[in-house]
């Protein structure tokens, strides 16, 4: 079974602190790709970073960055200087070919609260 | 671009009453996906288009929910007749091309009572 899981159901930090959320996934696939969605309480779900299974490098974009560890299945997102509005849920996605059509699959969400 | 248009943003039904859920995907996308977010089951999705054809229906939970798309720029997802526990966010996302980015619309909250 294709599966995502996110052990922290809530995290709190301090403005400006770092936060690491993790995020496993269980797949038998050699080809897919994995992301992170951030939703708001506005609840739009907006991609925060995307990483590609074949790609040894680890993705970044500007504050996020994902530590990706293929063969321990771990894809967990990095928040540097962490600021008021990333206060938000965090989603762990994702995607991967089933007879011809595409999946995917979101983990159940760490809702992240930065304090001022 | 004015993103991923849902609507309505809030729906409250009746049990037993039909629910027409609508959306506009971003115009040039060519896949159209439709979501349930609840709190016990998280974010699932419930069925997806290429070009206007159904690929994957594999989600929807049951023959009360049916979805189309009659034309590029725009989908439905219908439930007849509505229960309780369709009450949910509904997401409608769309995307150019399988493995880029899903933009996803505003959501509606849907309300069965």
């Known amino acids: 079974a294709q599966t995502v899981t996110q052990s922290q159901p809530e995290m709190s930090v301090q403005e400006a602190e770092t936060v690491t959320l993790s995020c496993t996934y269980d797949?038998?696939?050699?080809?897919?790709?994995l992301f992170w969605y951030k939703q708001p309480p506005s609840r739009q779900m907006i991609l925060v970073i995307r990483q590609e299974a074949y790609k040894q490098q680890n993705a970044t974009e500007n504050r996020f960055s994902v530590n990706f560890q293929k063969a321990a299945k771990s894809f967990s997102l990095k928040i540097s200087d962490s600021q008021l509005g990333d206060t938000a849920m965090y989603f762990c996605a994702f995607t991967f070919w089933d007879q011809g059509a595409q999946k995917l699959v979101f983990g159940q969400g760490t809702r992240l609260t930065i304090n001022p | 671009d004015a993103g991923v248009i849902q609507s309505p943003r809030h729906e409250v039904t009746e049990m037993g009453q039909e629910v027409t859920l609508r959306c506009k995907p971003i115009s040039g996308h060519d896949y159209l996906f439709w979501y349930r977010q609840t709190m016990m089951r998280g974010l699932e999705l419930l069925i997806y288009f290429n070009n206007n054809v159904p690929i994957d229906d594999s989600g929807m939970p049951e023959d009360r929910f049916s979805a189309k798309m009659p034309n590029a720029s725009f989908s439905t997802l219908k439930i007849q007749p509505s229960e309780p526990r369709d009450s949910a966010v509904y997401f409608c996302?769309?995307?150019?091309?399988?493995?880029?980015?899903?933009?996803f619309g505003p959501g509606t909250r849907l309300t069965v009572l």
């Open positions: 996302a769309s995307s150019f091309g399988l493995r880029n980015e899903q933009f």
């Open positions: 797949t038998s696939e050699s080809n897919y790709y």
